[in-house]
């Protein structure tokens, strides 16, 4: 059974996670809220996104470095009110025009390397220039959107994530600017530059972070 959603096919497997809200002709996951309108369900993920962030405010410091159950849990605490599988990994494949993510069945191993080697050597991110800070940070963040690990919000926990790899090394975090259409040339190169580090060249989306950690300085002034 395969489903579309923006592009992107789900080839669904068995669980909670092939389930759809009644009601919602398919464009909303099944959730715990019982919310059937797309809207709806965007504003919940993003109040709780919000609601999460502020509780790992304390719990992850400049010292702490990430591993694969620190991302889970953040995955958890984020969505665990809304989705029943929030905080494990996916089941269902991926794909998006001619892409696709590594099999699902990989996740786990896919994440224990990524723990033993980009997360071990780049956090916690200490300080630095922000061309280095931001080449940490490129690494990390396309690693992770490459494993997708979860069923739903990698691209905005992949970004969570380097807001606080950003804060680590004593910089704000980045300034993203992805909303609204006059951004939609700052959209396509971040997405460009995410493929490019698919293939280990981190080179576009270490300059889409040093630009990004840069605007946000120049506002603080």
Request: hydrophobic share 40%; charged share 30%.
């Amino acid at each position: 059974m395969t489903k579309r959603e923006k592009g992107i096919r789900y080839v669904i497997a068995k669980g909670a996670e092939a389930k759809y809200q009644p009601g919602s002709q398919g464009r909303v996951l099944r959730n715990l809220l019982g919310i059937t309108k797309k809207r709806d369900i965007d504003r919940a993920e993003y109040e709780a996104l919000i609601a999460a962030q502020e509780h790992y405010v304390e719990r992850i410091g400049p010292d702490t470095r990430f591993a694969a159950k620190i991302i889970c849990d953040m995955h958890r605490v984020w969505l665990g009110g809304i989705y029943l599988w929030a905080g494990k990994y996916r089941t269902v494949e991926l794909q998006k025009g001619v892409f696709k993510w590594p099999p699902a069945y990989l996740v786990n191993q896919n994440m224990k390397a990524f723990e033993d080697n980009l997360l071990h050597r780049n956090t916690p991110c200490r300080p630095g220039i922000v061309q280095d800070v931001a080449r940490r940070i490129a690494e990390v963040h396309a690693d992770l959107l490459l494993i997708h690990p979860f069923r739903e919000g990698n691209g905005r926990l992949a970004r969570w994530m380097a807001d606080i790899m950003a804060l680590q090394a004593g910089y704000p975090a980045p300034e993203y600017n992805f909303e609204g259409r006059k951004q939609e040339k700052t959209r396509k190169f971040y997405l460009a530059a995410v493929t490019r580090g698919y293939v280990r060249d981190y080179v576009p989306l270490t300059t889409f972070f040093s630009d990004a950690i840069a605007t946000r300085l120049e506002k603080r002034e």
